[in-house]
C-alpha cells in the first residue's frame, strides 16, 4: 500500500488560508468517506482535526474545514493563526483493514 | 477523559526485540479498536496495524508483516506491540491511538531507539 501524495511544505501569512491537498487512488481516497486530518507539532501526539472527510471534532475551530473530489482530499485553513504552524498528515481507509497515511506536509505561518 | 498511556523510551541493538505497551483508561476497553503508528526518524506518519481488544483479531500493514505482533491483555486494557529484528532504520516514535477510521485520542508516544 502505497503512501498518500501531499506536497512537502505550504505556507501562508496571518490571516490568510492555505489549502494541502491529499491525493490517492479509487482504492483508498477515492474509493471511502472515511477520510482524517492530523496536526503534529514535533514532540507531542498527532491530533484528530477532520473525520469523515469534513467533520470537525469537538474543540478543532471552524478555520479548519475539509473536502474530497475523486481521488484528492483538501484540508483548507482560514484565518491562519501561528499556532497552526505544525505537521498536518492525512489518512484514508484503503479497505480490509488497511489504513494509510500520507506523507505529511509542513505548514509554516510566515 | 480517555487517555492512552505509553511505556518509556527503550534502547535496542540491531537484531533485537522491542516490546511497547499501551495502557487504556476511562472508556470501555473492549468498545473500541487501537491502532499504533510510528514515526521513524526524520520521516512521516505510518500506519503499522489494528487490534480489536474483543476478539484479538488483528490486521498487519504487509511492510511490518512477519516483523511484529499486537496483542492485549484485557484485564489490565493494554495493548503490546512487539517489533522483531530491529534495524537501524526502526529507530523513531511509536505510537498507539484508539479508534477505527479516525484515531482520537493518541498516546504520547515511545521512543525506539536502535544502536549498536
Known amino acids: 500500500q502505497s503512501a498518500l501524495t501531499q506536497p512537502r511544505s505550504v505556507s501562508g501569512s496571518p490571516g490568510q488560508s492555505v489549502t494541502i491537498s491529499c491525493t490517492g487512488t479509487?482504492?483508498?481516497?477515492?474509493?471511502?468517506?472515511?477520510f482524517a486530518w492530523y496536526q503534529h507539532h514535533t514532540g507531542k501526539a498527532p491530533k484528530l482535526m477532520i473525520y469523515d472527510v469534513n467533520k470537525r471534532p469537538s474543540g478543532v475551530p471552524d478555520r479548519f474545514s475539509g473536502s474530497k473530489s475523486g481521488n484528492t482530499a483538501s484540508l483548507t485553513i482560514s484565518g491562519l493563526q501561528a499556532e497552526d504552524e505544525a505537521d498536518y498528515y492525512c489518512c484514508s481507509d484503503a479497505g480490509s483493514y488497511i489504513w494509510v497515511f500520507g506523507g505529511g506536509t509542513k505548514l509554516t505561518v510566515l | 477523559q480517555v487517555q492512552l498511556v505509553q511505556s518509556g523510551a527503550e534502547v535496542k541493538k540491531p537484531g533485537a526485540s522491542v516490546k511497547v505497551f499501551c495502557k487504556a483508561s476511562a472508556y470501555t476497553f473492549t468498545n473500541s479498536y487501537v491502532h499504533w503508528v510510528r514515526q521513524a526518524l526524520g520521516q512521516g506518519l505510518e500506519w503499522m496495524g489494528i487490534i480489536n481488544p474483543s476478539s484479538g483479531s488483528i490486521s498487519y500493514a504487509q511492510k511490518f508483516r512477519g516483523r511484529v505482533t499486537m496483542t492485549t491483555d484485557t484485564s489490565t486494557s493494554t495493548v503490546y506491540m512487539e517489533l522483531n529484528s530491529l534495524t537501524f532504520e526502526d529507530t523513531g516514535v511509536y505510537f498507539c491511538?484508539?479508534?477505527?477510521?479516525?484515531?482520537?485520542?493518541w498516546g504520547q508516544g515511545t521512543l525506539v531507539t536502535v544502536s549498536s
Open positions: 479509487s482504492t483508498d481516497v477515492g474509493g471511502y468517506n472515511y
Open positions: 491511538t484508539r479508534g477505527f477510521n479516525w484515531f482520537d485520542p
